[in-house]
């Protein structure tokens, strides 16, 4: 099993914004082949950082995922609406 955690911090104006795009793919994310879990943590500090994690099969499930048509329209425009670059992880 391999955990990928991903720090986003978003223009606070855009907030909104990110949430119906995660909220709108969520459910297509969580249901690519290997996925075994997905969740969204926002810091109880800094409002505007939130916290992807995700669970998968196998490092090569994720790296599917990170090729396919889905990953790259959610990320292309979820990174429009970061403040910062994100910071990611693929941990054991």
């Not at 914004?17 to 909220?23: A, D, H, I, N, Q």
Request: glycine share 2%; charged share 30%; with cysteine.
């Amino acid at each position: 099993m391999i955990t990928r955690l991903v720090k986003m911090t978003f223009e606070p104006s855009r907030i909104d914004e990110f949430l119906k795009l995660f909220s709108e793919n969520k459910e297509s994310i969580a249901g690519f082949k290997g996925c075994q879990h997905l969740e969204l943590l926002r810091d109880t500090i800094d409002q505007n950082v939130f916290f992807t994690i995700s669970r998968w099969e196998s490092i090569a499930d994720l790296e599917n995922y990170r090729k396919s048509e889905l990953f790259n329209s959610v990320w292309t425009r979820t990174k429009e609406l970061f403040y910062s670059k994100a910071e990611a992880w693929t941990l054991h």
